[in-house]
T-cell receptor
Framework: DGGITQSPKYLFRKEGQNVTLSCEQN?????MYWYRQDPGQGLRLIYY???????QKGDIAEGYSVSREKKESFPLTVTSAQKNPTAFYLC?????????????????FGAGTRLSVL | QKEVEQNSGPLSVPEGAIASLNCTYS??????FFWYRQYSGKSPELIMF??SNGDKEDGRFTAQLNKASQYVSLLIRDSQPSDSATYLC??????????WGAGTKLIIKP
């Protein structure tokens, strides 16, 4: 089955610790995204990547880092510099980004990772 | 600051009635608009998108766009209890950068 797999489903972070959230897709999509969702707020873009070995900061990149070494994988690291990391983290992918017909820019989401602080 | 505004709700609608969800956006450069449904604790899933003024129908769902008024709406006909969810509206610029609303919680009462 084609899809986007996020792991783990739940994650707990201790003070001063870096944690990494996994996102893997087998849809052969070029573009991948990380969003953060807090209660009562819209999704906020953390980072996105249009091609392998390239990624761009979104609106709230501070305290986060990403890599895109393979087309299928776009892991997100929440660093100790992110002082309020408790949120629902969503990974998404789209066939393309920023060009072509609208259908190729539709974003599809993984099941999410819920991160809490111990 | 580009914004997408939605009434947080909850919007309570009787089963079988029409549910009307509304969204306004601030950026006149927005080109296309997306409606996603999000069940509690789950991830968003696309319902439909629209980019031309007027109506677009897909089964029980109709999206309406009025660019002059910067207004998007989603109508759900013959509402079912399974339609109870939070509905997210997103506006995309010409590069498909999405600005998301906070969502409207819809409750369908049997």
């Amino acid at each position: 089955d084609g899809g986007i797999t996020q792991s783990p489903k739940y994650l707990f972070r201790k003070e001063g610790q870096n944690v990494t959230l996994s996102c893997e897709q087998n849809l052969n999509h070029d573009a991948m995204y990380w969003y953060r969702q807090d209660p009562g707020q819209g999704l906020r873009l953390i980072y996105y990547s249009q091609i392998v070995n390239d990624f761009q900061k979104g609106d709230i990149a501070e305290g986060y880092s990403v890599s895109r070494e393979k087309k299928e994988s776009f892991p997100l690291t929440v660093t100790s510099a992110q002082k309020n990391p408790t949120a629902f983290y969503l990974c998404a992918s789209s066939p393309e980004r920023g060009r072509g017909e609208i259908a190729k820019n539709i974003q599809y989401f993984g099941a999410g990772t819920r991160l809490s602080v111990l | 600051q580009k914004e997408v505004e939605q009434n947080s709700g909850p919007l309570s609608v009787p089963e079988g009635a029409i549910a009307s969800l509304n969204c306004t956006y601030s950026d006149r450069g927005s080109q296309s608009f997306f409606w996603y449904r999000q069940y509690s604790g789950k991830s968003p899933e696309l319902i439909m998108f629209i980019y031309s003024n007027g109506d677009k129908e897909d089964g029980r769902f109709t999206a309406q766009l009025n660019k002059a008024s910067q207004y998007v709406s989603l109508l759900i006909r013959d509402s079912q209890p399974s339609d109870s969810a939070t509905y997210l509206c997103a506006a995309a610029d010409s590069n498909y950068q999405l600005i998301w609303g906070a969502g409207t919680k819809l409750i369908i009462k049997p």
